[in-house]
């Protein structure tokens, strides 16, 4: 089936560093993926929306320049936390579409633990 | 204005007893896609089930089945005999046809099977 990939896994940086999570469809196009935050004992809220080849859309309340995210090709969507601070340590999924389909897979989690 | 409502928070049982989580959502869409998801302690979401809802035949995989019944809005997900490796948070979702299959999630309902 199809899979996507997230990199890290986990990441611990210090306060003020900026950090960069990767997200992968490993053997399908991804048109779209989008981006999800959750702390711990909550839900999963959804960040943004990458679109390959434009801007993001990002939801209500994220910065996006602190959260930025780049969709350059059809299998790999980026989002880079700038300037990180503990109240940024969080798990972030991501999850992809396949063009022609409307199933959607999600990665891993990448959990960000800021110093 | 879409909206996912897991009611219970926390459930536990002991193992072989027969447990549902209860989904309710909203929306104003005439088509949409309901989802279950099961968060491990790991952190990765398992996929369950994806219903659209056009479908409202109940379905049934192994110990699981799902209840989807449009008049009252409700998604719900039912173990029969559960196990110690049923534990898990779940997460119920929707995602609404105009919005390019991004999801919105309940706040999960942690189950905790004892044995």
């Known amino acids: 089936g199809a899979v996507v990939s997230q990199h890290p896994s986990r990441v611990i940086c210090k306060s003020g560093t900026s950090v960069k999570i990767e997200c992968r469809s490993l053997d399908f196009q991804a048109t779209t993926m989008f981006w999800y935050r959750q702390f711990p004992k909550k839900s999963l809220m959804l960040m943004a929306t990458s679109n390959e080849g434009s801007k993001a859309t990002y939801e209500q309340g994220v910065e996006k320049d602190k959260f930025l995210i780049n969709h350059a090709s059809l299998t790999l969507s980026t989002l880079t936390v700038t300037s990180a601070h503990p109240e940024d340590s969080s798990f972030y999924i991501c999850s992809a579409r396949p063009r022609l389909t409307g199933e959607l897979f999600f990665g891993e989690g990448s959990r960000l633990t800021v110093l | 204005a879409q909206k996912v409502t897991q009611a219970q928070t926390e459930i536990s049982v002991v193992e072989k007893e027969d447990v549902t989580l209860d989904c309710v959502y909203e929306t104003r869409d005439t088509t949409y896609y309901l989802f279950w998801y099961k968060q491990p302690p790991s952190g990765e979401l398992v996929f369950l089930i994806r219903r659209n809802s056009f479908d409202e035949q109940n379905e049934i995989s192994g110990r699981y089945s799902w209840n989807f019944q449009k008049s009252t809005s409700s998604f719900n997900f039912t173990i029969t005999a559960s196990q110690v490796v049923d534990s898990a948070v779940y997460f119920c979702?929707?995602?609404?046809?105009?919005?390019?299959?991004?999801?919105?999630f309940g706040q999960g309902t942690e189950l905790s099977v004892k044995p």
């Open positions: 979702a929707l995602s609404e046809n105009n919005q390019g299959g991004k999801l919105i």
